[in-house]
């Protein structure tokens, strides 16, 4: 299977081409490669901007993806599309530019940037008979999907960091991954929010209609230790994706695989609807507090 890379500007673009192109790296996933890439980027963000030039150069010299101009020319020689840019105000541009094609779409994360472009995106998708997907990488860490199985689980503390960038404010940026661990394991009916700031992070309080409850310690400052502690009635659970042997990142592309050869995706896109709305909530209460 060819796969078609939009978007160059972010460590994702290294990380996806290299798993799929590269058969001797750690965690190879069969099956699938990216062949060609529109080398786009945003000049108002810094993020993407600046690292643009060094994962061009890796993605089309060392994995010999080929970068083409358009998108006509791209959905004529590949079977599927990552829409892969870092800045999630574009995502929707992109995707109705590929969706009457009707090839399946990943979305990397955040998939849009409101409620209302979200709608907008199902409805495209549906009107196109265009599968789409949009995950981030830790739902598919494999304690995490362990602790999903675990009916047993009560409530969790769930810590990471949640940088914060201003043309993708509050969680939708990098709050986001946290929030999806949250969803994978309890799920998204969140019956109340209470929000606290502090000034080394900000944690997020959420009771679900079920009675479960989590706490989310989101740190102002990056590093790449995500996890959780889990408690159920007997035991408690620790989960530390940082040390596990095999990154979420190979899971994730194994389940991007998957969906492009069968059209189903493991998340629904309702589910990534839902959350896009709990993203505009917390935003919401972060407003009427300050």
């Not at 058969?23 to 945003?42: E, N, R």
């Not at 994360?109 to 599968?131: A, F, G």
């Not at 929000?195 to 989101?218: L, N």
Request: hydrophobic share 40%; with cysteine; glycine share 6%.
């Amino acid at each position: 299977m060819k796969i078609g890379l939009i978007g160059l500007d972010t460590s994702h673009s290294e990380i996806f081409t290299r798993l799929l192109n590269d058969s001797q790296a750690s965690h190879y996933v069969a099956g699938a490669k990216i062949t060609h890439a529109i080398p786009t980027y945003s000049e108002d963000l810094p993020i993407s901007r600046e690292r643009f030039p060094n994962y061009y150069k890796i993605v089309t010299s060392k994995y010999g993806v080929i970068p083409v101009e358009d998108v006509e020319e791209l959905m004529t020689v590949v079977d599927a599309v990552i829409i892969g840019t870092v800045d999630g105000r574009n995502h929707l541009d992109w995707f109705k530019k590929v969706v009457s094609y009707s090839k399946p779409v990943f979305i990397d994360k955040p998939v849009v940037m409101s409620s209302d472009e979200m709608k907008e995106l199902i409805n495209l998708s549906k009107m196109h008979n265009t599968p789409v997907m949009s995950s981030s990488s830790l739902r598919f860490s494999e304690s995490v999907i362990a602790a999903a199985n675990n009916t047993e689980i009560q409530s969790g503390y769930f810590f990471g960091p949640t940088p914060r960038q201003q043309q993708m404010p509050g969680y939708f940026w990098y709050g986001i991954h946290l929030l999806e661990m949250v969803v994978t394991i309890f799920g998204t009916k969140v019956k109340h929010i209470k929000i606290e700031t502090y000034p080394d992070c900000e944690q997020i309080h959420m009771t679900f209609t079920s009675g479960k409850h989590v706490i989310i310690r989101g740190e102002n400052d990056w590093h790449n230790r995500f996890g959780a502690i889990l408690h159920s009635k007997e035991s408690v659970h620790s989960l530390r994706l940082w040390e596990e042997e095999k990154p979420y990142y190979a899971g994730l592309i194994e389940q991007i695989v998957h969906f492009f050869e069968t059209g189903v995706s493991p998340v629904p896109i309702e589910e990534t609807e839902q959350i896009i709305e709990l993203i505009e909530r917390i935003a919401s209460l972060c407003r009427e507090k300050f």
